[in-house]
C-alpha cells in the first residue's frame, strides 16, 4: 500500500509519523531517536549532514551550518554555506528529504505523499514555500495543516466523545500559535487562531544569553559578529541551562574562550529561575497578544475554555506555564509529549485524507487563519484614495465558505475594473500581501457608482476563487488563486473547483428574494409614518444581507423582514403574487 506519512517540519526539530493499524506512530531516526534537529552542515568536501551531525557540527564550525531556517521561508533571503548559497525552502528539503528516506527504511516501501505542518499564521508566501520544500525532497504534499490543528487531533483522536471548548498554546523552537476550538461527538470545530512567526524558545535562550554577555560587558548582537565560535558554544550552554532550570532553582553557566573551547578552570556566572523569569517577560507579554486576540475572534472569555493544552517543547518552560496558569486560572496540560503531539497529528490527517477506517467518526473543521480581500478607492475629504484594503473573507472564518460584497466603479463611463486580491490584516494594501488579481472587462456605459459583485470561495486545500460580475449582464469574470493549494494535478484541481460551486449562493438573483424586496418596497408608502422607520431598517437589513452572499445571513434577514410585514397587518406571502410583473 501507499503511505502518506505526517511530518512536522519544526524551527528547532522535526519529526516523522505515519498511521499504522489503528494508531499514529513516530519514526525514528537512524539514531534510534524520534527527533531530528532542523539543522543542515556541508563539510569541507562537500557532504551535506542533516540532523544530529549538523547541530554537532555547528559547535565547532558555525559558518559551515544552518539553523533556523524556517523562521526565512517565504522571504528572498540565502543562507551561504561552504560557498554556496542556499535558500530556506532549499535547506527544508533536505530535511524533509532525510525524514523521507528514515520513512521509507521503517516501512520497507516508497513514501511518495506527505501532509506537512506549518504554524497557523504562516502567510500565503510561506505556506508556498514549505509546499516547494516538499516537492524539492520528492513528496507530493497532500495538505498543509496547522500546527495547533494537528496537535487538537491528536487529543481528538485519543478522546472522541469529549465536548469541550479548549485551547492550545503552541511555542515551538521558532514560533508561537495559540488556537481556539471546540469538540463534540467526535467533531474538531475550530473557532479562532492567531500567533507570530517571529517567537520561539530560540529566543528564549538568546534571552538567556544575552544576560550572560551583559554581565561581560558586551552585546549578543556585538559579540555573534566578533566572537562566533564562543556564542556558537555558549548558545548550547544556554541551551542545556535552560532545560535544567526546569528541575533547579539556579544553575552555573561557563564561559566559553574565543575559540569555542571551555577549559576546566572556566569562569562561571549563576543564572537564577527568577532572574531567567524577570529575563524573558518582555517575551511573555508578546504571548498575550495572540491569545487575547483569538479569545476575542472567539468571542470567549479566558473562563470560558475547559481546557489549556501544551504543544511545543518550549513550552515546558516553567515562567510559560507560569504566565499561562495565570492568565487561564486553570493548571495548562500536556498529556502528550509537547515535542511530538504536533507530528501525531499530521499523521491523523494523513489518515483522514486516505479514508482509513479507524477515523472514519472523525469530523474536523479549519478556519481561514488570515484576512482575504481587494484593493479599493475611499472618498475622504471630497478625494477618492486608493490603495485601501477592503475584507471580503475575515480572518477565522470557517471553511470552505463563499463570501461576497458589493463594489462601484469610481468614475463615468469606467469600463475596465482591476481587482487586485490582497492577504493581510492592515488596512492599507501596501502593508499586505498580493496573491492575484482580476480585470472585469466591457463595463456598460453609465455614470459612476455602478454596482459589480465581488465573491471569494475559499477551500481547506487552499484554493481561493474570485469571481466578479454586473447584475444587468450575463457576463462573469473569475480566476483561481492556488498559491497555497496542496500539490494538485490539473485534474485535482479542476475537481476542487468544481466542488467550490455548490458552495456558492446568489441571493440576488433568486427571483423570490427579489420579489419580497420589492414588494416591501412598495409596501413603504402604506405603512404609518409612526411604523416607517422600523419597516425601512428592515428592509435595509435585507438588502445588505443579499449582498453578503451568506445564506444564514439572508434567511434570517428575510425571516425578520416577514416578521415585520406580519407585525404591520401586512402579509408577506403577497410577495409571491409579484412573481409574474416584470
Known sequence: ???????????????????????????????????TPSVVGVLEDGQVLVGEAARELRVTQPERCASCFKRLMGSDSRVELAGRAFTAPE??????????????????????????????????????????????????????????????????????????????????????????MEVFEGTLEIISTSGESFLGGEDFTNRLMAIILQKQGTQLEVAELQEPLRVARLRQLCEEAKRKLLGEPEVQVKLPTADGTVPDDA?????????????????????????????????????????????????????????????????PQALFNPDEVVCLGAAVQAALIADNRAVDDMVMTDVCPFTLGVDSAKELGGQLRSGYFVPIIHRNTTIPVSKEEV???????????????????????????????LQ?????????????????????N????????MANTDKKFRTVVTQHAADLTDTELEEAVKNLQSLKYYPREDMANQNLLRFAERMVGEVSP???????AAIDMFEQALGSGDRQTVEDARDTLAQVLSMLGIDPEEALGDQSDG
Open 1 to 35: 500500500m501507499s503511505y502518506i506519512v505526517g511530518i512536522d517540519l519544526g524551527t528547532t526539530n522535526s519529526l516523522c509519523a505515519v498511521f499504522l493499524g489503528d494508531a499514529p506512530r513516530l519514526v525514528p531516526n537512524p539514531l534510534g531517536k524520534m527527533l
Open 407 to 437: 463594489f462601484s466603479t469610481i468614475r463615468p463611463n469606467q469600463e475596465i475594473v482591476q481587482l487586485d486580491v490582497y492577504q493581510g490584516e492592515n488596512r492599507k494594501v501596501e502593508n499586505n500581501l498580493k496573491i492575484g488579481d
Open 91 to 180: 535547506l527544508s528539503s533536505l530535511v524533509l528529504k532525510a525524514l523521507k528516506t528514515d520513512a521509507e527504511k521503517f516501512l520497507g516501501e516508497e513514501v511518495p505523499e506527505a501532509v506537512i505542518t506549518v504554524p497557523a499564521y504562516f502567510n500565503d508566501t510561506q505556506r508556498k514555500a514549505t509546499k516547494m520544500a516538499g516537492e524539492l525532497a520528492g513528496l507530493k504534499v497532500r495538505r498543509i495543516i496547522n500546527e495547533p490543528t494537528a496537535a487538537a487531533l491528536t487529543y481528538g483522536f485519543h478522546d472522541r466523545d469529549a465536548e469541550k471548548k479548549l485551547i492550545v498554546v503552541d511555542l515551538g523552537g521558532g514560533t508561537f500559535d495559540v488556537t481556539l
Open 440 to 460: 472585469v472587462t466591457g463595463v456598460p456605459p453609465g455614470p459612476a457608482g455602478q454596482e459589480i459583485y465581488v465573491r471569494f470561495t475559499y477551500d481547506v
Open 530 to 536: 409612526f411604523q416607517r422607520e422600523q419597516f425601512e
Open 267 to 331: 569562569k562561571t556566572v549563576k543564572i537564577t529561575r527568577d532572574a531567567f523569569a524577570k529575563a524573558v517577560k518582555p517575551l511573555l507579554d508578546r504571548v498575550a497578544a495572540p491569545i487575547g486576540k483569538a479569545l476575542r475572534d472567539g468571542r470567549t472569555e479566558a473562563a470560558e475554555v475547559n481546557d489549556v493544552i501544551l504543544v511545543g517543547g518550549a513550552t515546558r518552560m516553567l515562567p510559560l506555564q507560569e504566565f499561562v496558569r495565570e492568565y487561564f486560572e486553570q493548571e
Open 462 to 469: 487552499g484554493i481561493l476563487e474570485v469571481e466578479a460580475y
